[in-house]
Each structure stands twice: as structure tokens, then as C-alpha cells.
């Protein structure tokens, strides 16, 4: 079975800090890998995900990611947070073949400060 | 794109009643809809999966009697919780996968308070 490691629980960071946040999954197989954020009283939402091809995956907002599978991992980075990029933060994967659920990060607590 | 309904978004409901949850997929047929909860402050806890015109497979520890699953087409899945009790109180959210395979989809959750 999947599971999913995300080391840090809560990160603190100044306006214009440069930001990454680990994730590392552990599974046999090829994956599908998510980041996922979740604003204050707001639903998740899809940040950037990974399924093949280029490692370095970019998403919305300035994110990207890297997938690199020997390390099994894929940390979230950004080069410049701004106060909007305070929320939860959940990295997720399931596996490549079958139908199988996410199985997610119990997620890093992002909050900038001005 | 893609969108999946989820309604309601909050419900308050006493102690003993029975509150249902729905989730649509709006422009996509969903063959396999998951349901998670979220406690305060913690992660996503996949409570099962939900295949269209069949049993839902609940995880470990799930109660099944008590969560009742009905994904009776393609495009709706329902989530009951039956004779709630304030340690139901959590938000619970669902997820589509498109008929393809890798697309997956959130509704925006329900926040359910129970009195």
C-alpha cells in the first residue's frame, strides 16, 4: 500500500521567502503525484500534479514540483511566497494502474507573515 | 473544466438524525466516486469507494451501516450518515474519476455539525 510523508508540519515564512515543502511517498509501483491546497475555509483545491514525462512539473500560482524517483519524492517549491499563499497544503498519490483513491499527506501548515 | 457538485456545503443537524450528502459530477461521467473525511487540523481520510451500480468497498474501520453509499448512476453518488452523533461532526468531501482513469475531481465539501 501507498503511503505519503510530508516532514514538515507547520512552516512559518516572511513575504517574499523562498518556499519548499517536502513530500515523499513510499509504493513499488509508477504513481500519479498531487499537490493540493486548501485556503481558510475553503475546499481543495489542485495545485500541480504529476503523471509522466517532465520532472519538474509548474502549476498554478508560481508553483512546480519535482519528481525524483529515486529519492521517491516530489517537494513543492515556490521562490517567492506571498501572505495570499497562507493555507494547508496536502501532497497525494495513487498508483498508475487500477482504480485506486489518493492516499494523502497529512499536510503542511503554510503561513506567511508580512 | 470538469467540476463536481457537492451539496450541501454545511449542514447543522441534532443528535439522531440522518443528514445525506450528495455529489454530482457535472460535465463528465464518473465511474468511481470516493468519499473522505477531515478532521480539524488533520489530513484526508479516505472512508471508501463507490462504484457505479455496485457495492461500495468501505475502509477499515469504517462503519458501512452506519455511512451508507449509493452510487446508483454515473453522474451521482450519496453519502448518509444515519442516527448522527456529535462524534460525526467533520467535513466531508468527495472525489470523481472521470471515465479515463487519471482525472480527479473535488467537490467543495460539507461541513457537518451535529448538535
Same mark, same amino acid.
Given at each position: ?19 519548499? %515543502? ?17 485556503? $481558510?475555509?475553503?475546499?481543495?483545491? %489542485? ?7 517532465? $520532472? ?19 517537494? %513543492? ?23 485506486? $483513491? ?7 501548515? %503554510?503561513?506567511?507573515?508580512? | 473544466?470538469?467540476?463536481? @457538485?457537492?451539496? =450541501? @456545503? ?7 438524525? @440522518? ?11 464518473? +465511474? ?7 478532521? =480539524? ?36 453518488? +450519496? ?6 452523533? =456529535? ?25 457537518? @455539525?451535529?448538535?
Amino acid at each position: 500500500a501507498q503511503s505519503v510523508s510530508q516532514h514538515n508540519h507547520h512552516v512559518i515564512l516572511s513575504e517574499a521567502a523562498s518556499l519548499e %515543502l517536502g513530500c515523499n511517498y513510499s509504493y513499488g509501483g509508477t504513481v500519479n503525484l498531487f499537490w493540493y491546497v486548501q485556503y $481558510p475555509g475553503q475546499h481543495l483545491q %489542485l495545485l500541480l500534479k504529476y503523471f509522466s514525462g517532465d $520532472p519538474l512539473v509548474k502549476g498554478i500560482k508560481g508553483f512546480e514540483a519535482e519528481f525524483i524517483k529515486s529519492k521517491f519524492s516530489f517537494n %513543492l517549491r515556490k521562490p517567492s511566497v506571498q501572505w495570499s499563499d497562507t493555507a494547508e497544503y496536502f501532497c497525494a498519490v495513487n498508483a498508475r494502474s487500477g482504480n485506486t $483513491p489518493l492516499v494523502f499527506g497529512k499536510g503542511t501548515r %503554510l503561513s506567511v507573515i508580512a | 473544466g470538469a467540476v463536481v @457538485s457537492q451539496h =450541501p @456545503s454545511r449542514v447543522i443537524c441534532k443528535s439522531g438524525t @440522518s443528514v445525506k450528502i450528495e455529489c454530482r459530477s457535472l460535465d463528465f461521467q464518473a +465511474t468511481t466516486m470516493f468519499w473522505y473525511r477531515q478532521f =480539524p487540523k488533520q489530513s484526508l481520510m479516505l472512508m471508501a469507494t463507490s462504484n457505479e451500480g455496485s457495492k461500495a468497498t468501505y475502509e477499515q474501520g469504517v462503519e458501512k451501516d452506519k455511512f451508507l453509499i449509493n452510487h446508483a448512476s454515473l453522474t451521482l453518488s +450519496t453519502l448518509t450518515v444515519t442516527s448522527a452523533h =456529535p462524534e460525526d461532526s467533520s467535513f466531508y468531501i468527495c472525489s470523481a474519476r472521470s471515465q479515463g482513469g487519471e482525472k480527479l475531481f473535488f467537490g467543495s465539501g460539507t461541513q457537518l @455539525s451535529v448538535l
